[in-house]
């Protein structure tokens, strides 16, 4: 059974970093991504990263701030946000895709999301 469990949101304050974590299991996927939801808002892309090259794509607002890995070892794909702001406030999910794709579309599983809030 797959399942994408993810961790580490929670309310900080503007400035602040957090990182998110999101373990796989039941198999490996070709795509990891992140994406958030904030309040009122349609769901939107975060980044990205592919399992075996590692290659990563990221949203324009977040280039720079955010940088996604991968642990292979731990089959374990984090989020590392730097200088949170308010409007980074969000639920973010984490998803897999058994393609090489990073879009919202093509991603097949998805986990139940973990909520981030930033305080100004």
């Known amino acids: 059974q797959v399942q994408l469990v993810e961790s580490g949101g929670g309310l900080v304050q503007a400035g602040a970093s957090l990182r998110l974590s999101c373990a796989a299991s039941g198999r490996t996927f070709s795509t990891y991504a992140w994406f958030r939801q904030a309040p009122g808002k349609e769901r939107e892309f975060v980044a990205g990263?592919?399992?075996?090259?590692?290659?990563?794509d990221y949203a324009d607002s977040v280039k720079g701030q955010f940088t996604i890995s991968r642990d292979n070892a731990k089959n374990t794909v984090y989020l590392q946000m730097n200088s949170l702001k308010p409007e980074d406030t969000a639920v973010y999910y984490c998803?897999?895709?058994?393609?090489?794709?990073?879009?919202?579309?093509?991603?097949?599983?998805w986990g139940k999301g973990t909520l981030v809030t930033v305080s100004s």
């Open positions: 990263i592919r399992w075996t090259i590692g290659r990563t």
């Open positions: 998803a897999a895709s058994t393609i090489a794709s990073v879009q919202m579309g093509d991603m097949d599983y």
